[in-house]
């Protein structure tokens, strides 16, 4: 399978921790995005890259939220200090660069704060 | 500033009926239109795009979307609901000729009755 991989997929952790997640894009895609998305509402977006480049980042974004993209290829997110308004699934997608390409997503790493 | 709303955050049809979702977006110019779908515990799937080319666009599993740029409007239709269109649906914009990161709005959950 040649698609967006994250891991974990499932990630409980108790509060005040930190923790951090691991996208592999599919590998020909340029552009790698992290979202998150809580019950009931659509993803939200937090960051994306081009190669290994950080281009845009949400205002929502607060400072205990840090992405890395080392060489262009797979991502991390770390979250520090977790709290319990972090609980949501984490998406990651990736796409070509260019005019209306679109993006493909990951499975998503579940993340329960308690 | 980009942004999609989805005027309806339920709809109900019965099998074999027509479906009709409904989005507005807002756009600087130049928009990119997607529609994707997000089954339970499954990933987000591409249904359709607009990217500037025919404002009717026919998309996977007998879905279809017009753009109506007076209107600001992208509706999602199908001619007759299958039990397996159940699913929860995102409108999504990307601004600058889909060069910027993805909008999604907050989704509408299809259900099909028998």
């Known amino acids: 399978d040649t698609g967006v991989s994250q891991n974990p997929r499932h990630k409980i952790t108790k509060r005040g921790q930190n923790v951090t997640f691991r996208c592999d894009p599919i590998?020909?895609?340029?552009?790698l995005y992290w979202y998150r998305q809580t019950l009931g509402q659509g993803p939200e977006f937090l960051t994306y890259f081009q190669n290994e480049a950080q281009l845009e980042k949400s205002r929502l974004l607060s400072d205990r939220f840090s992405a890395e993209r080392p060489k262009g290829s797979f991502s991390t997110l770390e979250i520090q200090r977790t709290e319990q308004g972090d609980s949501a699934m984490y998406l990651c997608?990736?796409?070509?660069?260019?005019?209306?390409?679109?993006?493909?997503f990951g499975q998503g790493t579940r993340l329960t704060v308690v | 500033a980009q942004s999609v709303t989805q005027l309806d955050s339920h709809v109900s049809v019965s099998e074999g009926t027509p479906v009709l979702l409904r989005c507005n977006y807002s756009s600087s110019y130049s928009p990119s239109l997607f529609w994707y779908v997000q089954h339970p515990n499954k990933g987000l799937q591409l249904l359709l795009k607009?990217?500037?080319?025919?404002?009717l666009v026919k998309g996977i599993n007998g879905f279809e979307a017009e753009f109506k740029k007076s209107e600001t409007s992208f509706h999602l239709t199908k001619p007759s609901a299958h039990m397996s269109d159940a699913a929860e649906y995102f409108c999504v914009v990307s601004d600058q000729g889909g060069r910027r990161a993805l909008t999604f709005g907050s989704g509408t959950r299809l259900q099909v009755q028998p």
């Open positions: 997608a990736s796409s070509f660069e260019g005019s209306g390409t679109e993006a493909f």
């Open positions: 607009y990217t500037s080319a025919a404002t």
């Open positions: 590998s020909e895609h340029n552009r």
